[in-house]
């Protein structure tokens, strides 16, 4: 069994045939989605969804790319969200410098708050970094120095280097489709050496479909797809990475697991 730690099943792509999805995700044997929200206005559509589907849950954030639109969701705003029993993390949420939709300084500002939810409320942070590396870990860090919380790094495509600091923080990384391209040389090699304890596997739907479904609207059923990839690159049986990445899941996303 399989769990997809990050898709949007509330995007157009997959919303228009969204009982046709889950069903195919769990004919694939996907048997926990995590849905992830990225602006106030797709809140309660993503609650519900998680509020009908007992294998669905919740997420509550701004994408970085929003910030700039959602300069009042604050932290008590996040963390008043947060208490529904079906949301089970904070975000996603980071810093995003390579499309720069929304000013840098928000964004940090953004994602701050975002961290400061994620301590008050024990859930999960949720990160989205892309050319952003050293501002990311930063603020990851200084902020880990006000008090502990725990989080994921979401869709990895940084450097090792990142990962390394990610893990020091006790961060979990997250592997997509993306590791099936072959032109992701250098996340594969990165993807060998993430510790087993601290590896999930997502789809990031509709986005980033993996290898052989490129060019497709991707689905959290193809999360077995990559699962089977990043096991043979790994040398690790597939039943042995779908059952570290499900436990890891249940222990980072605890809420999930009562």
Partial sequence: ??????????????????????????????????????RASEWDDVVGLAERERDVWASIGIHPHDADTHPDVETATLVE???????????????????????????????????????????????????????TAAIL?????????????????ASAHFAR??????????ISGIVTFKNAKDLQETAQSLPLDKLLIETDSPFLAPVPHRGKPCEPAFVADTAKFLAALRGETLEQLSSATSANFRKLFAKAAQ
Avoid: W
Avoid at 165 to 174: H, P, T
């Fill in 1 to 38: 069994m399989f769990i997809d730690s990050h898709c949007h099943l509330n995007y157009k792509g997959l919303v228009e045939d969204q009982q046709g999805v889950l069903a195919r995700a769990r004919a694939a044997g996907v048997d926990t989605m995590l849905n992830i929200s990225t």
């Fill in 81 to 135: 969200r947060a208490q529904h029993p079906r949301i089970v993390g904070i975000g996603e949420t980071g810093l995003d410098f390579y499309y720069d939709k929304s000013d840098r300084d928000r964004q940090r500002a953004s994602f701050r708050n975002h961290i400061a939810a994620a301590r008050e409320t024990g859930l999960p942070l949720i990160v989205h970094t892309r050319e952003a590396e050293e501002d």
């Fill in 165 to 174: 600091k990610a893990l020091d923080l006790g961060f979990y990384i997250s």
């Fill in 141 to 157: 860090t200084e902020e880990m120095g006000k008090g502990a919380y725990s989080g994921v790094i979401h869709c990895f495509t």
